[in-house]
């Protein structure tokens, strides 16, 4: 028995902190170079739509959100942390934190 697909939610919060990410690669590389990262910042969070796949097993528990009742786990492209939870029917993407940052930041 195949298990269903659940379809990855960019939360209101983590879609800012893509953007955040975007300026400042943009500052950082320019134009081009930061739009191709923000690609695959977001395409990296596709993997976890696959069917046959086991989410909790993609990224390694986020130590930063230990402190809360669900798992939230995190996956690392770039300098960056993407961490999601998964929920009943969906797959959210709850932060995007690039580790070059204050680790108090990302709370």
């Known amino acids: 028995m195949d ?3 659940k379809p990855v939610v960019w939360t209101t919060r983590a879609t800012k902190d893509l953007e955040k990410t975007a300026v400042f690669y943009r500052e950082l590389y320019g134009s081009v170079k930061a ?8 395409q990296s969070t596709e ?3 696959h069917q046959n796949l086991d989410t909790s ?3 390694a528990l986020d130590d930063a959100f ?8 995190k996956i690392i492209k770039h300098h ?13 993407v709850v932060r ?3 580790t070059r ?3 108090s930041k990302n709370k």
Request: proline share 2%; net charge positive; charged share 35%.
């Open 3 to 5: 298990k269903r697909i």
């Open 35 to 42: 739009r191709k990262i923000v690609t695959e910042l977001r």
């Open 47 to 49: 993997i976890l739509e």
């Open 57 to 59: 097993q993609i990224g």
């Open 66 to 73: 230990l402190h809360l009742k669900l798992d939230y786990r």
């Open 80 to 92: 960056c942390k993407i961490t999601y939870r998964e929920g009943k029917t969906k797959i959210f």
């Open 96 to 98: 995007v934190f690039d």
């Open 101 to 103: 940052q204050q680790p």
